[in-house]
């Protein structure tokens, strides 16, 4: 897997979507929702053990940057203001070939709490 890399990332126009294409051909469109709520970054994950946070309302997270974060890895910035997630080049291989099992899980994470992934609109 360390010789795999990326060749490609894209954002969609809407910037609802990073397409990544990497070195062996194999290529992804992975949705700004999943990529904010399973952020590798400690406010998500937590800094230890039984500490992951499941994230609720972000069904219309959009990207709003995305910086190099040396050879090995990107910071994508979304538009609720959270940049602090590093994304390796695994962890966006990982999230390619088991986003939507890793997202079913997340949507089991909300129902159980009782949260959504629309926004609380004010009142």
Do not use: C
Not at 40 to 68: C, F, L, N, W, Y
Not at 75 to 89: A, E, K, N, P, V
């Amino acid at each position: 897997m360390s010789d795999i890399w990326p060749t490609e990332l894209r954002v969609s126009k809407d910037r609802r979507t990073l397409n990544i294409t990497f070195s062996d051909g194999r290529a992804f469109s992975l949705a700004a929702e999943m990529l904010r709520v399973l952020s590798p970054s400690a406010e998500v994950q937590g800094h230890g053990p039984g500490q992951k946070v499941t994230v609720p309302g972000k069904r219309d997270v959009a990207i709003v940057s995305m910086t190099p974060a040396g050879n090995y890895a990107v910071r994508i910035g979304f538009d609720d203001m959270h940049d602090s997630g590093i994304y390796t080049w695994p962890y966006l291989r990982e999230l390619g070939e088991r986003g939507g099992e890793l997202f079913a899980e997340y949507e089991r994470e909300l129902a159980e709490k009782g949260l959504s992934r629309d926004a609380r609109r004010p009142r």
